[in-house]
């Protein structure tokens, strides 16, 4: 994978705000998001294109959906992990990414960038909806000022049909300002193609049945000619130049030290003897999750080699954050067998997923008795649906440290158990299911929001579920 050249990076310094920090950290309102994108003089949309996708990392390097996962402790101000009110503005993604992939879009200066700009808008919304539920979407960037929410129902139809017509409306030309795939439109295709299989998946609660909607989307992604990841070298990542435009996971510890990896990853991986935790982490000595500050900063300062996210030469400047890898590819293909939704050989892809794991990070391939042990094996005939747990611990593996993925594979699977926060601090001590919506939707779009809170069971609190998770 190339690397992100300065000389293309050097005009885009907005992209900067993102590497530094959570895609759920902004804070600003609506603003260009209802006028109308049509209306812009004459962007550059090559610059537009490598501003997003130079910025999108910070999706998949969420520290706080990577904390209600488990994957990582807070070791400094604990109040995210002890589940304070997660009451989070969107509107800064739609006026920021969101508005200048739609630029490139209504612009329509190149078909292929067109197609990669609806495929980014996809992965976009779908970390939106999967974070709060119900959202803008039909509405959203239109010029509308106070746009409906739509129901996350309506949305993950309408994301999955997006990508499809994408891959299938991409042609041979070039791709301008494409520093992920470097305008590969085969990877692009392999890409949305496997991002379909992943929208589809995320429905098993919702569409559990061979023969439903989630299998059939499925299914159809599996079997498009443009095939789907299944190899390492065509993962989605993007890859950072360093100087002014650092990796986040070495910005996360450039003075700093508010995160570690949490003890709970490191049992679930020492529980496996799963060599990826020499990759995971700095050390074997994880941090205690759930903690308050009182207990945590002293255990720090009598632990000083507490693991870190991610070892120490896998976070250096010129790092890489990686949004899709072969591994789920092969790990939800093998899930997709269990269900009876695919022919497809169980054990071989489900192997093949850990085996591309572990190649991931540089590890070789584990014996034969990593696949035999009662924690890993898949003991069940394919097509029962009884092979879940096991399945759904290794995705979440696969995942780390892409906090928004293992967050949903447990909300959707129920594993791995995770047990809340001791010392947690809402009302019902329980996980967060869900973001809160935030003060600007109640400032700015108050009919809209209060509806949508409304449709939520249980109204608009941490605990509700949104719609695939109920």
């Avoid at 992209?15 to 895609?23: H, R």
């Avoid at 300002?177 to 992943?198: E, H, P």
Wanted: net charge neutral.
């Amino acid at each position: 994978m190339k690397k992100i050249s300065m000389q293309r990076l050097l005009v885009l310094p907005l992209a900067l705000g993102l590497f530094l920090t959570s895609c759920d950290r902004y804070s600003s309102d609506f603003g260009d998001t209802n006028v109308n994108p049509g209306a812009t003089g004459s962007p550059i949309l090559k610059a537009l294109l490598t501003n997003v996708e130079s910025g999108i990392a910070g999706y998949a390097a969420n520290t706080r959906a990577g904390l209600y996962c488990q994957y990582f402790s807070e070791t400094q101000y604990t109040d995210v992990s002890l589940y304070s009110l997660p009451q989070i503005n969107f509107e800064g993604e739609y006026s920021g990414s969101l508005y200048d992939l739609q630029n490139i879009i209504n612009v329509n200066e190149s078909n292929n960038m067109t197609q990669v700009a609806r495929i980014l808008k996809a992965y976009i919304f779908s970390t939106i909806t999967d974070r709060w539920g119900d959202i803008p979407y039909s509405q959203s960037l239109k010029g509308i000022t106070t746009p409906a929410f739509d129901k996350q129902a309506d949305i993950y139809p309408a994301l999955i049909k997006e990508l499809a017509e994408a891959v299938a409306a991409f042609d041979n030309s070039g791709i301008a300002g494409d520093v992920i795939y470097n305008g590969s439109v085969t990877k692009w295709k392999k890409f949305a193609n496997s991002l379909r299989m992943r929208l589809a998946l995320q429905l098993t609660k919702k569409f559990p049945a061979a023969g439903a909607y989630a299998a059939v989307q499925f299914n159809a992604a599996l079997n498009d000619a443009g095939g789907y990841i299944t190899d390492n070298a065509d993962n989605m990542v993007v890859n950072f130049p360093g100087g002014n435009f650092k990796s986040p996971w070495y910005n996360l510890y450039d003075g700093r030290k508010d995160f570690g990896q949490s003890d709970v990853m490191v049992n679930i991986l020492s529980g496996l003897s799963d060599g990826r935790q020499s990759s995971y982490g700095s050390s074997t000595t994880g941090v205690p999750y759930g903690r308050l500050r009182s207990y945590v900063d002293p255990w720090t300062g009598a632990n000083p080699n507490w693991s870190r996210i991610l070892k120490e030469s896998l976070r250096p400047e010129t790092g890489s954050v990686v949004l899709l890898n072969a591994a789920e590819v092969f790990l939800a293909r093998a899930e997709a067998a269990d269900r009876g939704w695919t022919s497809e050989n169980m054990n071989t892809v489900y192997q093949a997923g850990i085996n591309a794991s572990f190649a991931q990070w540089g590890i070789a391939a584990p014996g034969a008795t990593y696949f035999t042990q009662a924690g890993v094996v898949l003991a069940n005939a394919a097509g029962t649906g009884a092979n879940v747990r096991n399945l759904a611990i290794q995705q979440y593996i696969a995942a780390y440290p892409d906090g928004q993925r293992g967050w949903n594979i447990w909300r959707r699977t129920g594993f791995p158990v995770l047990t809340p926060a001791v010392d947690a601090t809402n009302s019902s001590k329980q996980i967060p299911r869900r973001y809160t919506y935030g003060q600007t939707s109640y400032g700015s779009n108050t009919a809209a929001v209060t509806a949508a809170a409304a449709a939520l069971p249980g109204g608009d609190t941490q605990d509700s579920k949104v719609w695939w998770d109920q």
